[in-house]
């Protein structure tokens, strides 16, 4: 080993000035003013020592050896000794080569020869050293980004790759962010199975995009559709990848903004005021709506329940009417004069409880003050009181012309009361 370090040691002052190693030679003196070493030199000097350590001759094989007084060079035993341990120390420091260490979160991909042979999960590991295997290490926690339509912010606009065509052939500007990282299983396809995976990625995102625009309206990917349709964007993008072996999980598919092109920027605001008006005035009429058909559906539940307690009210006057009747008939049958005579009798209290005269006998001549006024005024309020009990309680009668009574004449004011002595009027209860 001293050997070696003599041979590869650079701070030898003999290097390049023909001093060799164990040589009995005299050192030769520095050419020049201290002036750096001739090339040639150096490399006679490097084969001269490199060959005194395998037991060679200087000047060749066939050159006598010199004489000196210092000890002579390696045997041969010692050679191969040597020999074998440099070769030990090649093969441990080429096997030693092949450890390698694989961070959390990261895996290896294993090839030999150029084939896939296994994945390496996060640790120190080992594997044949090149160029038998070889290694790539791919971070698979790594959340990856990438913008399109845009670069940076939404005024850095990329039209070629933000405008697109919806179903009602209008243009609208979408620009979208898609996040993505590789599956746990995903690293190999991400390597092999596709050149650049990465584009392929932003090139599936814009094809997803175009195809679920161009199959919604505009008003729909403008307002109410924007998460509907980042949905179907992710789920298609994952499709695609999937279908070319990418290796790739889309997370997430973020619409950052929506809007037609610059160009007819001012006509579609007011497309979108006349629609907002459209809107109000829609919903002013609905409201409208909804507060007058319940009003007039409950006036017309109202009128037909009304309607039918009348009906049944009438039917039900009309049914005890002919009930009352057909009992009277049977009693009329059983006694006629006294049905008779009671029926006039109460006819005729029906017709006197509603009238303003007052009838008076007029045979005696005494004087007779009657209060015609205070009388009148009672039987208006009785009748009054009793007129809606009578009307639903009393059942309609056939008149039937009264027995021959005494003659009696109506007379109204103070000189019907003058001449009259007895008062023929009948009040109910007397």
Partial sequence: MQRLSKIFNLNDPGWGRGQGNNSSEPPKRPTGNGGPPDLDQVWRDFNNRLGALFGRRKGGPGAPRPASTGPSGPTPRQSKIGLGVLVVAAILFWLGSGFFIVQEGQVAVLTQFGKYVGTAQPGF??????????????NISQLRTFEVGFRGNARNRVLPEALMLTDDENIVDVQFVVQYRLRADGAPDYLFKNKEPDEAARQAAQTAMREVVGGRRMDFVLYEGRTAVAIDVQKLMQQI???????????????????PPEQVQAAFDDAVKAGQDRERQINEGQAYRNQI????????SRMSEQAEGYRAKVTGDATGDAARFTSVLTEYRKAPEVIRQRMYLETMQQMFNHASKVLVDTQGTNMLYLPLDKIVQQAAREASSSSPN???STPTMPVVPPPA????????????AGSANTLSRDRGGR
Avoid: E, F, K
């Avoid at 590991?125 to 791919?138: E, G, N």
């Avoid at 058909?293 to 017309?300: D, I, R, S």
């Avoid at 009574?405 to 019907?416: C, E, H, L």
């Fill in 125 to 138: 590991q080992w594997r044949i050293p090149y160029p038998i295997q070889s290694h790539d290490i791919v």
């Fill in 241 to 259: 990848l999937d279908r070319y072996q990418t290796g790739i999980q889309v997370n997430s598919v973020a619409i950052q903004n929506v809007q």
């Fill in 293 to 300: 058909v319940p009003l007039a559906a409950g006036q017309a």
């Fill in 390 to 392: 009578a009307a639903s």
């Fill in 405 to 416: 009574t005494p003659s009696v004449r109506p007379a109204a004011g103070a000189a019907a």
